[in-house]
């Protein structure tokens, strides 16, 4: 059955809804929905969804509304559904008119109703018509062809899969943090097939009877595997170990109709997860607000109670930026990296302007509050969902009492932009290291700043531009090692030789003044000011 806009507002959940606009374009077809959770999601639409917002996202764009209407019907979207009421009291007449003009519907979801109790059906829907297209000879058993139902999990059809095909099998998807395999408990073969799928440079071939599929051999085993889904610049895997025997046609038909219903399965997850997603962006956007009242936080903690978390009393604020990196590729990780956090504690993820990241970190684990502890599991999170190819940055604020979040959104900027601006390289940054940068960061202070780091330090910064030797850094790690030679070789991994001839360079290019204590402090000043210069 073809699900039209018409027949979602004929759905059970919308019973006491209404159509607002849009009268003649109750035809359109609705193959999906999604929840917008920012002002600009409109941009990530794949056509033909049933776009849904409580209308929080919508207040930044008040002024323009008309234009976000027109950016819906160029994207492709079915519909777009309105909570009122909490946010957005009423539409904007140039809003509905704009509607009207173009035959899109804009419908009023009621105030008690559930996302998934509209999502749900649609993706049902969708699931059973996709499953349906697939002719009977390719169905394989009874147990399978239920699993086209929506109740049934991703782990109950890797399950029957791998019984039916007597070899263990994985599905991956980077982008929304799964890695599920049957048998599911972890074993060697499991490892060595996801090491031998993640590398390179094995020997493949491209199975003629079936193209889309392909084997691998290495690492003392063969795997089959094929894509399930390529968007946002991440791809989906669905991986056959030829443990116990080679798959036959027969299997890999098998395997295409599984390709069908892990797919579909995989969009049924990330509907009821986007519900969750948008609480977190609300919650999120309102307390990075410094006008936020008492009265609003208190509603805000009590909508958050009630899907089933609560707000702690102090949290550790984190910005993630991905810098130069296209549309659908900041989609890609901003979700994976949100799916990757959310599975740790009751961190709260939302996404500011699409290519920033904000993570709210509980204090109550006194581990995670620890700033080591950041910069390692940011920098994992970040290499996990495969951001080896962009550049990021990352910024870690202070500890900070929940209603008072947005100073630690403000300090997470702040540390953020200055990595940004002293660093070359993706990194994490921390608000505590910047205390002494902000002193002399000010636009007014560059001149002094410059000056005082080329009086300095000039002679040493000629020297390495022309000689492409690194004299400064061998002279800023001898002077945190209070000047131990041995210490320095160490952490820059060279003899102690070569630690002492360059030393003996930076001496005599300074005019013997390097090594002497009074003048110590001024030379510990211009290498930590050395960032700050262009």
Not at 501 to 523: F, N, W
Request: include cysteine.
């Amino acid at each position: 059955m073809v699900l039209t806009i018409g027949k979602v507002m004929a759905l059970p959940a919308m019973q006491e809804g209404c159509l607002l606009a849009g009268h003649e374009g109750l035809d359109r077809v609705v193959k999906t929905a999604t929840v917008l959770d920012a002002p600009d999601a409109v941009r990530w639409l794949r056509g033909e969804e049933l776009a849904l917002t409580s209308t929080y996202p919508l207040l930044q764009l008040r002024h323009s509304l008309d234009h976000f209407v027109e950016e819906l019907v160029e994207h492709g979207a079915s519909g777009l559904g309105l909570k009122l009421n909490r946010y957005m009291k009423r539409v904007p007449q140039k809003m509905i008119d704009c509607a009207n003009a173009l035959n899109f519907p804009i419908i009023v979801v009621p105030e008690d109703v559930a996302w998934v109790e509209i999502i749900t059906p649609i993706m049902s829907n969708y699931f059973e018509a996709k499953a349906g297209s697939v002719s009977q000879s390719e169905l394989f058993g009874e147990r399978m062809g239920k699993l086209s139902l929506v109740d049934s999990t991703l782990q109950d059809l890797l399950d029957d899969l791998n019984a039916l095909l007597a070899n263990p099998v994985i599905v991956s998807s980077p982008m929304d943090g799964l890695v599920l395999h049957a048998p599911s408990k972890p074993s060697k073969d499991i490892a060595d097939a996801r090491a031998l799928l993640e590398e390179e440079g094995w020997p493949s071939e491209t199975i003629q009877s079936h193209k889309t599929f392909t084997r691998r051999t290495g690492h003392n085993t063969s795997i089959v595997f094929t894509s399930y889904e390529q968007s946002n610049g991440m791809i989906g895997t669905l991986v056959v170990i030829e443990r116990n025997r080679k798959l036959t046609n027969e299997d890999l038909d098998h395997l295409g109709y599984a390709k069908v219903l892990i797919s579909l399965k995989v969009r049924q997850i990330r509907a009821d997860q986007s519900t969750i997603f948008e609480r977190q962006n609300e919650l999120v956007l309102s307390l990075i607000d410094r006008t936020l009242g008492s009265q609003t936080y208190a509603a805000l903690t009590a909508r958050y109670s009630a899907i089933g978390r609560h707000l702690h009393a102090r949290y550790v604020g984190i910005v993630v930026a991905f810098h130069d990196a296209a549309a659908d590729r900041l989609l890609g990780l901003s979700n994976a990296l949100r799916v990757h956090f959310s599975q740790h504690g009751e961190t709260i993820t939302a996404v500011i302007a699409n290519n920033r990241v904000v993570l709210m970190a509980p204090e109550d684990d006194e581990v995670l509050c620890q700033p080591d502890f950041f910069r390692e599991h940011v920098d994992k999170g970040l290499k996990g969902i495969g951001a080896d190819d962009v550049l990021w940055s990352a910024g870690i604020s202070q500890v900070t009492a929940v209603e008072h979040f947005y100073r630690a959104y403000e300090q997470a900027v702040q540390a953020l932009e200055h990595g940004r601006s002293t660093s070359k390289t993706s990194g994490v940054f921390l608000y505590d290291d910047t205390g002494f940068y902000r002193l002399f960061s000010k636009s007014s202070m560059q001149p002094d700043v410059n000056r005082f780091v080329n009086e300095w330090l000039g002679t040493l910064i000629d020297h390495d531009k022309e000689h492409r030797v690194d004299l400064i850094e061998t002279f800023r790690v001898f002077l945190d090692a209070n000047g131990n030679y041995r210490e320095t070789a160490r952490v820059l991994n060279l003899h102690h030789n070569t630690v002492r001839y360059r030393i003996s360079q930076v001496t005599e290019l300074t005019g013997k003044k390097a090594l002497q204590p009074k003048l110590r402090l001024h030379y510990h000043l211009a290498l930590k000011l050395l960032p700050l210069v262009s």
